[in-house]
C-alpha cells in the first residue's frame, strides 16, 4: 500500500512542479495552440496557449512508477511495464500530431492515415505482448474473453480475434479522451476521477485474489498484478490531479494530443488488464456521453441531409454555443464523471457482495 500511495504522490508533485516548469519553456519557443477558425469563438482567446502539455503527465507517471518501485525495493511487473508502454505510446503519437499543428500553424496535424497507422502499430505490439509473460500460475496480462466485472466464459475469443478486440478497445478510448480534451480541465479533472476509481477496484482485486488462496474467497479475482495496476492507475490519477493546476480555466497550458490519447490508452489498458472492459463504459461513462454526441451528429447530419441534432459536437460546445458559461459546463460534466465513477464502483462491490454464499 506505501508504494501506491507513493506513485500518487510523486505523480502528483511531478506535474504540479513539472508543467510550470513546462510552461516557461513552451512560451519562450512559441509552441502555443492553434484555434480552429468553425469553433466556438469564445475560444480564439485562447490561441497561442502552451500546447503539449502531456509529456509532463507522461514524463510524471513514469517517474512517479519508477522512483516508487525504487524506494520500495519492489520490482516492476509485466503489466505495469505494458500500461506505460502504451500510453507512451500513443502519447509519442500524439506528440507527433501536435507538432505538425505548430510548425505548420494549423489545426490539423498528422494526416489520418499516418495517425491511424501510428495508433495502430502502438495497439497491435501491446495487444500480441498483453498474452505473453505468464505468472507462476499461468496469468498473462490480458485474457482472451471479453469482460465485464471479470471474464465472461461464454464470450471466449481466438486469441487472434481477443488481439482485435484489445486493439479496438484501445481505439475507442484514445479517440473518447481526444474529443473530451475540449474545454480547460474538462478531460483532466474527468481522468483523474476514473484513474482514482481504478486505483479502488485494483486494490480491492489485490486484496481478493485468486493467487493468494488462503484469504481469497469464493469471489476471487484471477487478475495478474493487480498491485501493480493499483500503483500505475494512481500515479495517473495524481499526475491529472496535479496537472489540473495549471489546465483548469483559464487554462495556462493545454495537454494535447500528446495527453489526450495517452490518457486514452490508460482508461484502455486498465480495462483490458483488470478484466472489466465493459465496466469502463460505466467508469468512464462521461467520455462515452461525449463520443456518443458526435456520432449521433455525424449520423443524424447523413440521415438528413444536412441537419444537425446539436449545434455543435462534441456534446461540451454545443452547450457552449447554448450559453453556458464554459466552468459551468466543465463543472456539471465532472458533476456527471463522479456519479458514473460512483455507478460503476457500486456495480463492482455489489458483484462481489452478491456472489458471496
Known amino acids: ?10 505523480g502528483l508533485i511531478g506535474t504540479l512542479l513539472g508543467t510550470r516548469f513546462a510552461i516557461r519553456v513552451l512560451v519562450k519557443n512559441g509552441y502555443g495552440q492553434f484555434i480552429r477558425d468553425d469553433g466556438p469563438t469564445a475560444h480564439h482567446t485562447k490561441r497561442g496557449t502552451p500546447t503539449m502539455g502531456g509529456i509532463v503527465i507522461i514524463a510524471s507517471v513514469i517517474f512517479a512508477y519508477t522512483l516508487s518501485h525504487l524506494i520500495t525495493w519492489s520490482p516492476p511487473t509485466a503489466s505495469g511495464i505494458l ?65 465485464f466485472l471479470r471474464d465472461i466464459s461464454w464470450l471466449q475469443l481466438p486469441w487472434w480475434l481477443a488481439v482485435i478486440w484489445i486493439v479496438v478497445v484501445i481505439a475507442s478510448w484514445s479517440n473518447a479522451a481526444n474529443l473530451t480534451d475540449g474545454l480547460d480541465g474538462l478531460a483532466t479533472g474527468a481522468a483523474a476521477m476514473v484513474f482514482a476509481a481504478y486505483a479502488v477496484v485494483n486494490i480491492w482485486q489485490n486484496n481478493q485474489s ?24 494512481l500515479a495517473l490519477a495524481g499526475a491529472c490531479f496535479g496537472f489540473l493546476w495549471w489546465n483548469a480555466s483559464p487554462a495556462k497550458i493545454f495537454m494535447g494530443d500528446t495527453g489526450s490519447l495517452a490518457i486514452g490508452g490508460g482508461l484502455a489498458a486498465l480495462s483490458v488488464f483488470t478484466r472489466t472492459e465493459l465496466l469502463m463504459l460505466i467508469v468512464a461513462g462521461l467520455f462515452l456521453i461525449i463520443t456518443l454526441s458526435v456520432v449521433l451528429q455525424v449520423g443524424y447530419f447523413k440521415a438528413t441531409k444536412g441537419k444537425r441534432l446539436f449545434k455543435m459536437a462534441p456534446l461540451q460546445h454545443h452547450f457552449e454555443l447554448l450559453g453556458w458559461a464554459e466552468i459551468t459546463i466543465v463543472i456539471r460534466f465532472w458533476i456527471i464523471c463522479g456519479l458514473c465513477v460512483a455507478l460503476g464502483l457500486g456495480i463492482f462491490y455489489a458483484e462481489w457482495t452478491v456472489g458471496l454464499p
Open 1 to 10: 500500500m506505501r508504494s501506491i500511495l507513493l506513485a500518487g504522490g510523486l
Open 83 to 147: 500500461v506505460i508502454y502504451l500510453i507512451t505510446g500513443l502519447g509519442l503519437v500524439g506528440f507527433a500530431d501536435d507538432w505538425i499543428k505548430i510548425s505548420k500553424a494549423r489545426s490539423l496535424g498528422l494526416r489520418s492515415g499516418a495517425k491511424l497507422a501510428g495508433q495502430a502499430a502502438v495497439a497491435v505490439s501491446f495487444a500480441i505482448l498483453s498474452f505473453q509473460f505468464p505468472d507462476d500460475q499461468g496469468l498473462t496480462p490480458a485474457s482472451a474473453a471479453i469482460s
Open 210 to 233: 485468486c493467487s493468494t488462496l488462503s484469504t481469497a474467497g469464493p469471489q476471487c479475482y484471477w487478475v495478474r498484478d493487480p498491485r501493480d495496476l493499483a500503483l500505475v492507475s
